[in-house]
């Protein structure tokens, strides 16, 4: 499976952004999807995961309770709601899909351990 980001762009301390991640093949129920992020000069950073079935979401503490990730098989889309958005939310935002590992590994897992990635897509938070 191959995966892509859209709905990235600029808003401004406490506005909402929705992240889109949109992948082809026919096998993507079967996939785990996460949203990592990351800024210059730091490590890629888990944000959000969801487990194959759509049923089970994890959330970095730095989200929680802001972040929804949603799985929708029937359109092959992963989505990320972001609201209350804070100027350190600021980063290129990066969808993974895993099929290789246990969902409780998965939001455990080092991103240098996953292989599926989109290009990215820039979300900038102004204060």
């Known amino acids: 499976v191959q995966v892509a980001e859209s709905g990235g762009g600029s808003v401004q301390a406490g506005g909402s952004l929705r992240l889109s991640c949109t992948a082809s093949g026919n096998d993507f129920v079967q996939f785990t999807m996460g949203w990592f992020r990351q800024t210059p000069g730091k ?63 998965y939001v455990k897992s080092s991103p240098a351990s996953l292989a599926i990635w989109g290009q990215g897509t820039q979300v900038t938070v102004s204060s």
Not at 44 to 56: D, L, P, Y
Not at 72 to 79: A, G, I, P, Y
């Open 43 to 105: 490590e890629r950073e888990f944000v959000a995961g969801i487990n194959w079935s759509g049923t089970t979401p994890s959330y970095a503490d730095s989200v929680r309770g802001r972040f929804t990730i949603s799985k929708l098989d029937t359109e092959n889309t992963v989505h990320l709601q972001m609201n209350s958005l804070k100027p350190e939310d600021t980063a290129v935002y990066y969808c993974n899909a895993d099929n290789s590992r246990s969902f409780s590994n």
